[in-house]
């Protein structure tokens, strides 16, 4: 199924929030107890769904399972996402020690393909998977600030840095996708502080060899303000892009193809976590009656709620969504 065909299933826009942090209200449960435990992340994701009635559902959003799973040091606050405290790549020859790796053979990674099986036996609206994005977790073994000067004065070591994660990504995507994924969508936030070429160069060319190689549908999400990238992006064969509030979508949705959806972009902090039910449901239907004249558009939020987002608020966003009509 693609999301044209997916889209075609209602009479209104797909409405598809990103939303699991804030399933740990229904299962009283951690952020780090769901990330270690398949069969508590299960359980909090199908509560959403059952709560919610999403048109489609994505496991949590983790930025730090591949890394983890390649052995960077990774800090795992109680209700916090995790996160790589520091990276081991400072040379060439340091990649070696990742080579050998398998990382389905890493329990959090075999949690999350565990989560993915649950969720396949029991849930019966599309379900997506997450996989970090080949500059993202570049930048993590890396680091941030050193991959940045890197494009500039290194980059054969990016370049070889990049070529292994892309493969290891590609190994955990399928993984996902045998596991009963229907959507794999790729997070690629720190691509978002290239130019354009460098975005091809560096991201958008490897993201396309991981697009190739999944067999459902495959979303591109990038945060903060993108609308530059956007000409690049449509090169690397997502069928969605996924694009936070700093985004104009109206804009965007003129610069890409009909057959490429844009998903979001409600602001997932400023609306969703601090504004009031009615404040969500007005922003929520301002931004469907400025995609009113776009069919390729899924209502969605700018990036995965916070934890402590309210419940009557995502209740807000979903009434707001699916009681509307184009």
């Known amino acids: 199924m693609t999301l044209r065909e997916l889209s075609r299933t209602v009479d209104r826009p797909l409405v598809v929030p990103l939303m699991g942090y804030p399933g740990v209200q229904l299962t009283k449960s951690s952020i780090k107890q769901n990330g270690f435990n398949w069969g508590l992340h299960f359980w909090t994701i199908y509560e959403l769904v059952k709560k919610f009635e999403p048109d489609a559902i994505f496991f949590m ?9 390649l052995g960077l ?5 109680l209700h916090e996402s995790p996160s790589v405290e520091y990276p081991l790549v400072k040379k060439l020859d340091d990649l070696n020690q990742f ?13 999350f393909i565990e989560t993915m099986k649950l969720m396949k036996k029991t849930i019966d609206i599309p379900k997506g998977g997450y996989v970090i994005g080949p500059f993202t977790l570049a930048g993590l073994m890396l680091g941030a600030n050193d991959i940045a000067i ?41 691509a978002v502080i290239l130019s354009p070429a460098a975005f091809w160069e560096f991201s958008g060319q490897f993201v ?22 956007l000409d690049k992006m449509v090169l690397t064969g997502a069928e969605g892009l996924s694009l936070d509030s700093l985004v104009d979508f109206p804009t965007a949705a003129q610069k ?22 009615e404040e969500v449901k007005r922003k929520t ?15 969605s939020t700018g990036c995965d709620l916070p934890p402590e987002t309210p419940l009557e608020n995502i209740a807000a966003f979903m009434e707001a969504g699916k009681s509307y009509r184009r």
């Open 99 to 111: 080579l050998s790796l398998d990382i389905l053979k890493d329990g959090r990674v075999t949690a």
């Open 285 to 299: 239907l301002e931004l469907l009656e400025k995609m009113r004249p776009y069919s390729n558009f899924i209502l």
């Open 61 to 69: 959003m983790d930025l730090s399972v591949e890394a983890n799973a």
């Open 150 to 190: 890197a494009t500039l004065d290194d980059k054969e070591l990016v370049f070889k840095v990049l070529e292994f994660c892309t493969t290891t990504i590609i190994h955990y995507a399928k993984a996902l996708v045998e596991a009963g994924a229907d959507i794999i969508a790729i997070l690629e936030p720190t």
């Open 256 to 277: 890409i193809p009909e057959d490429m959806f844009l998903i979001g972009n409600i602001d997932p902090v400023r609306v969703m976590r601090n504004g009031s039910p």
């Open 73 to 77: 040091p990774v800090r795992f606050p």
């Open 208 to 229: 396309k060899e991981i697009i190739k190689e999944i067999s459902v549908i495959p979303i591109l999400h990038v945060c903060g303000g993108a609308s530059n990238l």
